[in-house]
């Protein structure tokens, strides 16, 4: 078993993702609510909810990625396991596609990286409120870079398994 998964940094940190999750989740349903109100009740609608709404958005989609890929409920096409019946063969088709993975996850910590860095140079802002959009942009690189971490950790737990350590 991987030590990391019992120290208080990965207990932190998921204590960190499940408030950004909560926090942006409850801030959307708010924002939704308010301009609803607004809207259909007071038909005064206010410019601007749907930006910060969006932005918001960003937060809860990509801490909710890197979360899946904590808690290993990230979208998978796990047909492998349906053609070799070999565990194995099949614990090194795992170990395969975690490598996978986290070469994916460092492109995309690269892409969400050079996305920052784009955005902090062109200093582009929300077209209604004019906010930076690089609160939201730092989002996609965060989550990336969680991702590739929670990658890692599942790679180095196939691995072990692969050569006959127990499972997380």
Same mark, same amino acid.
């Given at each position: 078993m991987l030590g990391i998964m019992h120290t208080k940094f990965w207990n932190v940190l998921g204590?960190?993702?499940?408030?950004?999750m909560v926090i942006s989740s409850l801030a959307i349903l708010f924002l939704v609510l308010f301009q609803v109100f607004l809207r259909y009740v007071l038909v005064k609608p206010i410019m601007g909810v749907e930006e910060i709404a969006t932005m918001?958005?960003?937060?809860?989609? +990509?801490?909710?990625? #890197?979360?899946?890929?904590? $808690?290993? *409920?990230? =979208?998978?096409?796990?047909?492998m396991s349906?053609?070799?019946?070999?565990?194995k063969k099949l614990i090194w088709v795992k170990v395969f596609t975690a490598?996978? #993975?986290?070469?994916l996850a460092l492109m995309m910590t690269f892409w969400g990286w050079e996305y920052?860095?784009?955005?902090? *140079?062109k200093k582009q802002l929300s077209h209604t409120?004019?906010?930076?959009? =690089?609160?939201?942009?730092?989002s996609v690189f965060l989550g990336a870079v969680?991702?590739? +971490?929670?990658?890692?950790? $599942?790679?180095?737990?196939? +691995?072990?398994?692969a050569i006959g350590k127990k499972p997380l």
């Amino acid at each position: 078993m991987l030590g990391i998964m019992h120290t208080k940094f990965w207990n932190v940190l998921g204590f960190l993702q499940k408030m950004a999750m909560v926090i942006s989740s409850l801030a959307i349903l708010f924002l939704v609510l308010f301009q609803v109100f607004l809207r259909y009740v007071l038909v005064k609608p206010i410019m601007g909810v749907e930006e910060i709404a969006t932005m918001t958005g960003f937060w809860l989609y +990509f801490m909710g990625a #890197s979360w899946g890929t904590a $808690e290993r *409920t990230h =979208i998978k096409a796990d047909v492998m396991s349906a053609i070799v019946k070999d565990p194995k063969k099949l614990i090194w088709v795992k170990v395969f596609t975690a490598f996978l #993975s986290v070469v994916l996850a460092l492109m995309m910590t690269f892409w969400g990286w050079e996305y920052v860095v784009w955005g902090y *140079t062109k200093k582009q802002l929300s077209h209604t409120l004019m906010i930076p959009m =690089i609160y939201s942009q730092v989002s996609v690189f965060l989550g990336a870079v969680l991702m590739v +971490f929670y990658f890692c950790v $599942e790679l180095v737990d196939y +691995f072990l398994q692969a050569i006959g350590k127990k499972p997380l």
